[in-house]
């Protein structure tokens, strides 16, 4: 984990955030953004994905040469769809297969852990109720879904604001901007 990585001198730190059919990228460096990005993968189900990333996630590995990998990692939430669960571990396998033969260190990070680090916390039960106010009748999947939304957006935000030049409009590249930032000062902080 992270936070066991005391003392540790990073310079150049990726960030990842991937699914079954690509991989968002942001790579920190010298304090700031240098390249993010989304790599998509193509096949008709995970294993041809799965070929396909292997070639797309080295160029990646290779171009940025990184002292560390930061991924989210999977969780398991209350998912009823098994399949999607163990098309997800088959793709990280994958992609930590590709990382793993650099030098770079693989390091996992909790969505909490990087969202809280920018400001980005869950929602308050005021925040919940105002939004119930303001979206009436809705079922509890989609006050769930609602506040995910909100939240990317928010991320999206944070960095927008802070890098104007990043112009984010995709979540999931945020959200790898997100765990990039959070671990490369993490990775670099003295303790």
Partial sequence: MLGDLSKTRASRVIGIDASTKSLAFCVFYN????????????????YERIRD???????????????FVCLEGAI????????V???????YGAILSVLLEGRAKVVQVTPTTWQNFIGNKVFSPAETAKMKLDFPGKSASW???K??????QRTM?????????????DNDVGDAAGIAYHSYYELTRRK
């Fill in 147 to 152: 506040k995910r939304e909100i939240r990317k």
């Fill in 157 to 169: 935000d944070f960095f927008n604001a802070k890098w104007p030049h990043m112009n984010l409009t």
């Fill in 31 to 46: 304090r700031r953004p240098v390249k993010w990005g989304k790599i998509n993968f193509e096949g008709s189900d995970v």
């Fill in 53 to 67: 990333a292997h070639p797309k996630v080295r160029a990646l590995a290779n171009e940025f040469d990184a002292d």
């Fill in 85 to 91: 669960t163990i098309d997800l571990s088959l793709m």
């Fill in 143 to 145: 006050y769930t879904n």
């Fill in 76 to 83: 398991l939430a209350n998912n009823k769809n098994v399949k």
